[in-house]
DNA sequence: CTGTATCCGTTCCGATACTG
DNA sequence: CAGTATCGGAACGGATACAG
């Protein structure tokens, strides 16, 4: 335990130091991992089950056919989705939560449910401090 | 409910809904602020109390000045954090996190654990995929 | 001590066109 | 259907210098 965390009581020191841990770095990996935007959403919509490049497609809202291969590709090399290729014409490509990947489906709503409970009055702060510029 | 989602079960329409929920939209705004490399970092670093501009850019490791600025004044903007100047020589800010700032720590932490847990495997599979550069 | 202003390289990501 | 390739604008963020 470091010096500065000593006077802190046990749950003080367990929050802190789960998150900021090893200077932030755990926390920013997975931060870089996640917050790229899209990162998230498609986890969070694979959680339905099973789904192919074009559902994904289209259940993502505005995400780009270049972004969704890309997070795609991500999400496969980490071990959080899985890529099956049927040999057919025309072609199917099928993509699944791995284990790990439903892992992240719990502390992802964790998140989402503070951001409904939240963000509403964040908007609305906003708004007031920045009239002119409002949601586009 | 859409009609996508009727013939998912309750619990799998609740997971999905919660996280997609108006297209993303809320989703992506907390992400979008916590997803600044620095946002998350900060906010937990808050969690131990009240601290001042010189405390946070020595506690948040690798933090540039600017950075910490513009963090502190968007997390003040959304209601996360108040800022408190005391006209001394040399001059004194605190920062705190208000109960909406604090209310973020728990998903904070849910999402920490989980890094905690399964980032160590990712990086396996990444060193695994990339083993080494300028092999000839 | 607590910032602001400016420069500038890096990364992100949307649009578009093309392919098996 | 399921990608890949390329371009270019925009945003992010570090370094540095300056200021109240």
């Given at each position: 335990m470091c010096p500065r965390h000593r006077e802190l009581s046990p749950v003080d020191y367990e929050h802190t130091c789960r998150i900021r841990g090893d200077g932030g770095r755990t926390l920013r990996t997975i931060l870089d991992q996640i917050c790229n935007k899209w990162t998230l959403l498609v986890v969070a919509t694979l959680d339905q089950g099973t789904l192919r490049f074009g559902d994904l497609h289209q259940q993502v809202?505005?995400?780009?056919q270049r972004m969704l291969t890309l997070t795609l590709r991500n999400l496969e090399r980490d071990g959080l989705v899985t890529r099956t290729v049927y040999a057919e014409v025309p072609p199917r490509v099928e993509y699944a939560l791995t284990p790990v990947g439903k892992s992240l489906i719990p502390p992802a709503l964790a998140l989402a449910a503070w951001a409904i409970e939240h963000v509403p009055g964040i908007e609305a702060r906003r708004a007031d401090q920045h009239p002119s510029r409002g949601t586009p």
């Open positions: 809202p505005g995400i780009s």
